[in-house]
């Protein structure tokens, strides 16, 4: 199986481009420099030429705050250019893999959000993600993934990064004691993608997180304890942290679609365990 992957080196991007190499595909990786999906053109000459079976686009504008300044710029790639992809692997008859977020909920919810939950975009951010869901969905083959509060990869750049290593250096580590989410490991959300594919499972939108719920403050508790080292922890509340763009503040997401489609994701708890014992 050909694989194109557009934003390759991003976190997600460099998971999904080991873990389909390491099976034996053939894996077409484009970084940023190599194409900006936001051109048209560029992004339908690089599918028609490279064939692919399967488009896996990693690419996003990920600035949340920033987007609420440069609109364009985060629509230009969050939506036109998810749009320009779908239609590329459509005109070549390729499967489309998105990935979409949990922003697109007014995060006022008290149980996990579902694939049927009407969404309620609060920023340009979220705005810009949701259309890009949308666009994935034109693709007649298509799977729209939802992630929400990545972590993994050797680029350790994640929140989750930033209070492991506070917590490793006995510094303290300001986490939200009043944000809900459901964490995905990079490694987990790649091999649902792939268990997907591989099963030709039902097409459409899944939210492909690890299994089960937490705070923030949570979270770093579990850090401290699955290091073994004393966590200095100092809540935060989200009303108190000035921010552009408003955050979801229920922002838990439900893969209960995803483990009837035949993937089980493992739960939050044993995913941190995991990374922790290959991070450094």
């Known amino acids: 199986m050909r694989v194109l992957v557009t934003g390759s080196h991003g976190l997600l991007g460099?998971?999904?481009?080991?873990?389909?190499?390491?099976?034996?595909?053939?894996?077409?990786?484009?970084?940023?420099?190599?194409?900006?999906?936001?051109?048209?053109?560029?992004?339908?000459?690089?599918?028609?030429?490279?064939?692919?079976?399967?488009?896996?686009?990693?690419?996003?504008?990920?600035?949340?705050?920033?987007?609420?300044?440069?609109?364009?710029?985060?629509?230009?790639?969050?939506?036109?250019?998810?749009?320009?992809?779908?239609?590329?692997?459509?005109?070549?008859?390729?499967?489309?893999?998105?990935?979409?977020?949990?922003?697109?909920?007014?995060?006022?919810?008290?149980?996990?959000?579902?694939?049927?939950?009407?969404?309620?975009?609060?920023?340009?951010?979220?705005?810009?993600?949701?259309?890009?869901?949308?666009?994935?969905?034109?693709?007649?083959?298509?799977?729209?993934?939802?992630?929400?509060?990545?972590?993994?990869?050797?680029?350790?750049?994640?929140?989750?990064?930033?209070?492991?290593?506070?917590?490793r250096k006995g510094e303290p580590a300001r986490v939200f004691v009043d944000r809900t989410v459901t964490p995905s490991y990079v490694q987990d959300v790649a091999d649902a993608t792939w268990q997907l594919l591989e099963t030709a499972a039902p097409t459409g939108l899944y939210h492909a997180v690890n299994s089960g719920v937490t705070t923030w403050f949570e979270l770093a508790e579990e850090i401290g304890r699955q290091l073994g080292v004393p966590a200095s922890l100092v809540p935060v509340k989200v009303a108190d942290v000035p921010m552009k763009a408003r955050r979801p503040q229920y922002a838990a997401l439900s893969n209960e679609k995803l483990a009837r489609a035949g993937v089980q994701m493992p739960a939050w708890q044993d995913a941190l365990r995991r990374y922790l014992s290959v991070s450094s």
């Open 14 to 167: 460099t998971a999904i481009v080991d873990l389909f190499a390491s099976i034996g595909h053939d894996v077409v990786p484009l970084n940023r420099t190599q194409l900006d999906i936001a051109d048209s053109r560029a992004v339908r000459r690089a599918v028609t030429d490279a064939t692919p079976d399967v488009v896996i686009n990693c690419a996003a504008y990920n600035d949340v705050d920033a987007a609420e300044d440069h609109a364009v710029s985060a629509l230009q790639v969050n939506a036109l250019g998810v749009r320009a992809l779908g239609a590329a692997a459509r005109e070549v008859d390729a499967v489309f893999v998105h990935y979409g977020t949990d922003f697109v909920f007014d995060g006022l919810g008290t149980r996990p959000y579902t694939e049927d939950d009407e969404p309620a975009p609060q920023s340009v951010y979220a705005c810009s993600k949701l259309l890009g869901d949308w666009f994935a969905a034109d693709c007649p083959r298509h799977y729209v993934l939802r992630v929400e509060s990545l972590f993994g990869g050797s680029q350790r750049r994640s929140s989750v990064d930033r209070i492991v290593d506070a917590i």
